[in-house]
């Protein structure tokens, strides 16, 4: 059975269609990631799924559940961690637990233990007795994700969890997630970390302007726009533009300047090709820091499929806000 399967699905606000036809197939087990730019229509989908947006036109089946007929089902079956901490500030760690396990009808006793067991996976005990609003973002991450799994659901979306997240406390949500999934749990991700989808995601959604634009395993998305890619970084980054010239006469392939003032990449169709670039920079006289070649990376692939790159931080709720 699927742990997702959604036909032509659709969401309008007002005049604006944020999710245009969606078909997903998840399956059970492993972590699901969608990609897409800021209001692809990624947090709408996942609204829809789990009951907290009306669908407006096509079928979505959650657990084998039918999400517009048995809604009260889905929802004692999965859990949701949005974008946004949903903890009270003035309550405890523990505090926070304890309420959301009486809330789901344990007895005082099993609650303050399930509480305790959470802190301790999540690496909080020691802040357990602390008021949340002196969390750290990373701290609160952890606590928001601990709140969603009180029950063990069969399915939990988690909403771009990171974001925001230096990179020790991303990495230790990437540990939470891949527990989770150890544990049985299906999860279903959302992102704008092209690194963290490669981490993470078994298979992957791409949506663009509320479609699905492409899916597959990282490596078929990565097959799918060329069978490699040349990293090159130059020492003087004054000479950039020069090295891109000399690559894209030698290679006649594009070359694309990165954020990086130094670094360049170009596609590469024929891998064998680049054997021939690092003679013409030398010959240019053009010194280099770096030069790789190896798979087109997950940004290349988001933007040859979408024309543009991922941002940093999503935006699908702007739709919502704006037909309020």
Excluded: C
């Amino acid at each position: 059975m699927l742990a997702i399967e959604t036909h032509g699905l659709v969401k309008r606000f007002g005049a604006t269609t944020a999710v245009d036809g969606v078909d997903l197939a998840v399956e059970s087990g492993g972590v699901y990631g969608v990609l897409g730019p800021n209001g692809a229509g990624k947090t709408t989908t996942i609204r829809m799924l789990a009951t907290l947006l009306q669908i407006d036109a096509g079928t979505a089946t959650v657990l084998g559940h039918d999400v517009a007929a048995e809604g009260a089902t889905v929802r004692s079956k999965v859990a949701l961690t949005g974008q946004f901490a949903a903890l009270d500030e003035d309550l405890t760690g523990s505090e926070n637990l304890v309420l959301l396990a009486r809330l789901y009808g344990f007895a005082w006793p099993a609650a303050r233990r399930r509480a305790v067991q959470l802190l301790d996976a999540f690496e909080l005990t020691e802040a357990g007795q602390r008021s949340v609003k002196t969390y750290s973002g990373g701290m609160r991450r952890r606590l928001d994700i601990a709140a969603s799994i009180v029950v063990t659901p069969e399915l939990i979306f988690l909403d771009e969890p990171t974001t925001g997240l230096d990179p020790r406390s991303r990495n230790q949500v990437w540990e939470i997630v891949r527990s989770l999934v150890a544990g049985g749990t299906t999860v279903l991700l959302t992102t704008q970390y092209l690194d963290e989808a490669d981490q993470l995601a078994d298979r992957l959604a791409v949506i663009d302007r509320g479609r699905v634009i492409a899916e597959g395993t990282t490596g078929e998305l990565k097959a799918s726009v060329g069978a490699g890619a040349l990293h090159v970084r130059v020492l003087d980054s004054a000479r950039r533009s020069d090295a891109a010239d000399v690559l894209g006469r030698v290679l006649g392939t594009e070359v694309r300047l990165e954020a990086d003032p130094a670094s360049i990449t170009a596609r590469l169709p024929e891998p064998e090709r680049a054997a021939a670039a690092l003679p013409a920079l030398q010959q240019a006289g053009i010194p280099i820091a770096t030069f790789a070649l190896g798979q087109p990376s997950l940004d290349e692939v988001f933007l040859a499929l979408t024309g543009h790159h991922a941002e940093s931080e999503s935006d699908d709720t702007a739709y919502e806000r704006s037909a309020s």
